[in-house]
């Protein structure tokens, strides 16, 4: 289970010293809790993933800032960061892995304008789950539905 993982991983990084891994972990595991408490409910491996998407993404996002503030420093941390998350969620598709998924998609459901992108997006997403960034997807449905 993925919440084991996290402890051992986190037990590890205070072992190795590593500040950086043993903060993400901790944030992690705090962000578990926090939704575990808030709905009164055990958190599976699938939302468990979620969770570090997010986290994951929100570092993403923020790394461009810290490049355009000419902060190397903080670069650097985000990036080592990103590179601990990375480790727990599925490996990311490529684009043409999502087009052939979105092609096959659009054929199963006859999809055939823009008017159908909200069925083929909400499908795209379920196939692909974490595997495939959710505006990849809709990039390539765009260009596929017009």
Same mark, same amino acid.
């Given at each position: 289970m993925l919440k084991e993982k996290l402890l051992e991983d986190l037990k #590890?990084?205070? =072992?190795?010293k590593n500040i950086n891994r043993k903060n993400v972990v901790q944030m992690v595991r705090a962000a578990i809790? #926090? =939704?575990e408490k808030d709905n009164n409910i055990e958190l599976n491996d699938e939302q468990i993933m979620e969770i570090i998407a997010k986290e994951h993404k929100k570092r993403e996002e923020s790394i461009d800032d810290y490049k355009k503030a000419d902060r190397q420093d903080l670069v650097?941390? /985000? #990036?080592e960061e990103i590179d601990a998350l990375a480790e727990y969620l599925p490996k990311k598709m490529e684009k043409s892995e999502i087009e052939v998924i979105v =092609?096959? /998609?659009i054929a199963d459901l006859n999809a055939t304008s823009m008017k159908d992108m909200g069925a083929v997006m909400k499908e795209a997403k379920a196939r692909c789950g974490l595997a495939a960034d959710g505006r990849d997807i809709n990039q390539i449905v765009k260009e596929m539905l017009t």
């Open positions: #590890q990084s205070m =072992k190795d809790l #926090q =939704k650097n941390q /985000i #990036q =092609k096959e /998609i």
